[in-house]
Each structure stands twice: as structure tokens, then as C-alpha cells.
């Protein structure tokens, strides 16, 4: 209320003033509508542990709604010229092309994502775009279970066996 009884009373001071009083009270209520807006966007609880597919994985601390953007893939950006470099021979890849020219290495400098396991029936999708690589939810996830996505093409080039254990599973990464 004091807000607006200070409105009124610069109102003979002018118009202008008015506008910014009102501006500013404008930005409070945007402001307020998108931090509940985000409140379902901020990031999961994930944690990196023991994976029954393979070594160490990613899950999820809480549930999670279909869709709900995850988090993004984070790691040194490399050409794709130094990625197959990197590739070729190791044990653990952990890298992403996001165009035809650049790549992230997560092994370098990465985030919790480059502990997220293949799977022929996963959870979670990729998007890449505008030089970004992000997971999203495919499904509902439950609290506690592994994030899992299909890599799709990759540097393992068909030749790393798959160990996800669906069902549906192609055998091979």
C-alpha cells in the first residue's frame, strides 16, 4: 500500500515519474511470475554412482516430469578432426559432436553428463542446438533410477557391445 499512496502523491510531480513507479512495479510482478515459472525448470537433483550397465552412472535424486530439461553436456570443445583423434583406441569415450566441424570432449573440464549410460530403450533424448547439447526427460523418471540415453551414431562406430539389457536392445553401440 505504500507504494501505491506514493504514487499519488507524485503524481503532481509529474508524468514521468509516475511511468517509472509503475515500471518498477511491472518488473516486480514479471519478475515474481518468472521465478515461479522457473521453478520447475531449475535443474534435478542428479548424482553420479555404480551403474548396473556399466561403471558409474547418472540418477536422479527426485522425480522427474516427461519433457523437464535435465541439464546440458559440458566438457572441452574440440574439432571433430581432434575428437576421432581422441576416440580412436579408448577405453571411455565421452564425446558429442555438435556440428559437423566441433565436438565436446566431457572427459575434459565435464559436467555429471558424461556419466550417462547408453540404452536401447532410454529415458532421456538429446537436443543439440545453437552449439548446445542438452538432455531432456523422455518419460516420467522416478526418483533414484539411472538416466539413460541412446547415443545413436557414435565414435564406437557399431563395434562396442551393448550391455543395457532391454529387451529391445541392438546388441551393439
Not at 558429442?96 to 532410454?122: K, L, M
Not at 550391455?163 to 546388441?171: A, D, I, N, P, V
Amino acid at each position: 500500500m505504500k507504494a501505491v499512496g506514493s504514487v499519488l502523491s507524485l503524481l503532481h510531480s509529474g508524468v514521468a515519474v509516475v511511468v517509472m513507479v509503475r515500471t518498477a512495479l511491472a518488473l516486480i510482478s514479471s519478475d515474481r511470475l518468472a521465478l515461479l515459472a522457473m521453478r520447475d525448470q531449475s535443474p534435478p537433483a542428479l548424482r553420479v554412482a555404480k551403474s548396473l550397465i556399466q561403471g558409474k552412472g547418472l540418477f536422479t535424486g527426485e522425480p522427474v516430469r516427461a519433457r523437464r530439461k535435465l541439464g546440458e553436456f559440458t566438457g572441452e570443445r574440440i574439432s571433430t578432426r581432434e575428437a576421432a583423434k581422441r576416440a580412436r583406441g579408448a577405453k571411455r569415450i565421452v564425446i558429442v559432436d555438435v556440428t559437423e566441424t566441433e565436438a565436446i570432449d566431457g572427459s575434459v573440464r565435464g559436467g555429471p553428463f558424461q556419466y550417462i549410460n547408453h540404452s536401447c530403450t532410454a529415458n532421456v533424448f538429446i537436443r543439440i542446438a545453437y552449439g548446445r547439447i542438452e538432455f531432456y526427460a523422455r518419460r516420467d523418471i522416478k526418483a533414484g533410477e539411472e538416466l539413460t540415453c541412446d547415443y545413436g551414431l557414435s565414435y564406437h562406430e557399431g563395434e562396442l557391445a551393448c550391455r543395457c539389457g532391454s529387451t529391445e536392445c541392438k546388441k551393439f553401440i
